[in-house]
């Protein structure tokens, strides 16, 4: 799926962001908040920014958000096998 929004030329020319980044920045934020609130898996997180799993859990770290609480390895397990078939 595909997403755009409409931000002014003067913010965005104020962020000092080329469009690769900006979006990249926003698909992490988006990422991150949608592990914090339990609406997506490590897996999905990873997907949408395009990391594995391990520089996902590493992005979560790095921006104070707990990993292993919630971690459900037989989840991540069946995600993965899925993935390979």
Known sequence: MKISIDLPDNIFFGINQNE???AQMLKEKLALELYK????SL???AK???MDIYE????L???GIEV???YDI???VANAKRLLA
Do not use: P, R, Y
């Open 37 to 40: 609130s339990a609406q997506i």
């Open 56 to 59: 996902f859990m590493s992005l």
């Open 20 to 22: 690769q980044s900006l």
């Open 43 to 45: 897996t999905q997180g």
């Open 68 to 70: 292993i609480e919630d």
């Open 48 to 50: 949408i920014v395009s």
């Open 74 to 76: 037989e989840e991540e």
């Open 61 to 63: 770290s790095k921006n």
